[in-house]
């Protein structure tokens, strides 16, 4: 069953920060390890290139400085947050946590630390589950954070996957706020599709079926997006109806920045001018968890999203997982 219920939450964000690894993967370096080119992949994915992470750079690394530069732009204190969430299917360790690391890096004491795996629907996922933490009145500041270090679990023979993926990390702080700026949310999911996108790990089977790759990302491009490209737009106006709003009224749509083409066809659906879609593929490639949180930071520092704002955001991915949040963005200019 469908759940129709309007949702609302006290959480606000209140800062957001975001770091991505220093080298830079072209679409010309790919075209020298495998048979592809520019003009191909931009053509059908919209991406220029990705950053990639050192070899002794792993998503913690990115997260913590994600973090750092949120709250020296915001002028927080770290010792403020008493719960730290990381959205990430690319851990350090299986355990302990990446959120952990974190605490540890920034400092902070008397805090809930924990990751959470939604592959691309994982940030807003985070998001969901911080403004939970907010409302219950325990929590007050929560630090959430989408991280991924991809290049290390893709497969750069494959260049049906290689195209994509990239590492980066984004940050945001949620404190709870009289008026909440959480206005709806979404949640689906459907693990019959889970076969479609995947890296194998401690089982080797999906379903009674072999699993191939390594523990490397294996993706059936065409099939997840079909299914994305039906599903989202069906995601976003189940959302949007819940508090009486067509996506016309939306001032930005933040989709999961999987492919550019994509994201075409889901506005295309929504009848959304492609304009009013914020993306980080461009020079970030596909960052899973990650994508949403750079996109919005990208948005801020060009100037683009500003307070009063009516903003979707919905991920999407391995699972196969949905999650959107309509929220009304309350956040100025940083103090730093």
């Given at each position: 069953?469908?759940?129709?219920?309007?949702?609302?939450?006290?959480?606000?964000?209140?800062?957001?920060?975001?770091?991505?690894?220093?080298?830079?993967?072209?679409?010309?370096d790919?075209?020298?390890?495998?048979?592809?080119?520019?003009?191909?992949?931009v053509?059908?994915?919209?991406?220029?290139?990705?950053?990639i992470?050192?070899?002794?750079?792993f998503?913690?690394?990115?997260?913590?400085?994600?973090?750092q530069?949120?709250?020296?732009?915001?002028?927080?204190?770290?010792?403020?947050?008493?719960?730290?969430?990381?959205?990430?299917?690319?851990?350090?360790?299986?355990?302990?946590?990446?959120a952990?690391?974190?605490?540890?890096?920034l400092?902070?004491?008397?805090?809930?630390?924990?990751?959470?795996?939604?592959?691309?629907?994982?940030?807003?996922?985070?998001?969901?589950?911080?403004?939970?933490?907010?409302?219950?009145?325990?929590?007050?500041?929560?630090?959430?954070?989408?991280?991924?270090?991809?290049?290390?679990?893709?497969?750069?023979?494959?260049?049906?996957?290689?195209?994509?993926?990239?590492?980066?990390?984004?940050?945001?702080?949620?404190e709870?706020?009289?008026?909440?700026?959480?206005?709806?949310?979404?949640?689906?999911?459907?693990?019959?599709?889970?076969?479609?996108?995947?890296?194998?790990?401690?089982?080797?089977?999906?379903d009674?079926?072999?699993?191939?790759g390594?523990?490397?990302?294996v993706?059936?491009?065409?099939?997840?997006?079909?299914?994305?490209?039906?599903?989202?737009p069906?995601?976003?106006?189940?959302?949007?109806?819940?508090?009486?709003?067509?996506?016309?009224?939306?001032?930005?749509?933040?989709?999961?920045?999987?492919?550019?083409?994509?994201?075409?066809?889901?506005?295309e659906?929504?009848?959304?001018?492609?304009?009013?879609?914020?993306?980080s593929?461009?020079?970030?490639?596909n960052?899973?968890?990650?994508?949403?949180?750079?996109?919005?930071?990208l948005?801020?520092?060009?100037g683009?999203?500003?307070?009063?704002?009516?903003?979707?955001?919905?991920?999407?991915?391995?699972?196969?997982s949905?999650?959107?949040?309509?929220?009304?963005?309350?956040?100025?200019?940083?103090?730093?």
């Amino acid at each position: 069953m469908i759940r129709t219920n309007e949702w609302k939450s006290n959480a606000a964000i209140t800062g957001i920060g975001s770091y991505v690894p220093e080298r830079r993967l072209t679409n010309d370096d790919l075209a020298a390890m495998v048979d592809t080119n520019d003009e191909w992949i931009v053509r059908r994915t919209g991406i220029r290139e990705r950053r990639i992470a050192a070899p002794d750079e792993f998503s913690s690394h990115l997260a913590v400085k994600a973090a750092q530069q949120l709250l020296a732009r915001y002028a927080k204190e770290a010792a403020d947050i008493d719960a730290v969430l990381v959205a990430t299917t690319t851990p350090d360790t299986p355990f302990p946590s990446v959120a952990s690391r974190v605490q540890r890096a920034l400092g902070i004491r008397a805090c809930l630390a924990f990751d959470l795996n939604a592959a691309c629907a994982g940030f807003v996922a985070a998001l969901q589950a911080a403004g939970g933490l907010l409302q219950t009145g325990a929590y007050r500041k929560v630090l959430v954070i989408g991280v991924e270090t991809l290049s290390k679990i893709t497969d750069y023979s494959d260049r049906s996957t290689c195209i994509l993926f990239g590492d980066g990390a984004g940050a945001v702080l949620l404190e709870s706020a009289p008026e909440g700026a959480f206005i709806a949310s979404d949640a689906m999911t459907d693990g019959s599709g889970g076969g479609s996108v995947y890296a194998a790990g401690l089982s080797t089977e999906w379903d009674g079926q072999p699993l191939a790759g390594g523990g490397k990302i294996v993706q059936n491009g065409r099939e997840v997006y079909k299914w994305a490209v039906s599903h989202v737009p069906e995601g976003v106006r189940r959302m949007l109806d819940k508090v009486g709003l067509e996506p016309r009224e939306l001032d930005w749509f933040v989709p999961h920045s999987a492919n550019l083409r994509m994201i075409e066809a889901m506005c295309e659906r929504l009848e959304l001018p492609a304009e009013k879609a914020l993306y980080s593929l461009t020079h970030y490639g596909n960052t899973s968890a990650a994508s949403i949180p750079l996109a919005l930071d990208l948005a801020v520092r060009e100037g683009r999203l500003a307070a009063g704002h009516l903003v979707a955001l919905y991920g999407f991915g391995s699972g196969l997982s949905q999650a959107g949040l309509l929220l009304r963005w309350t956040l100025k200019s940083p103090q730093k």
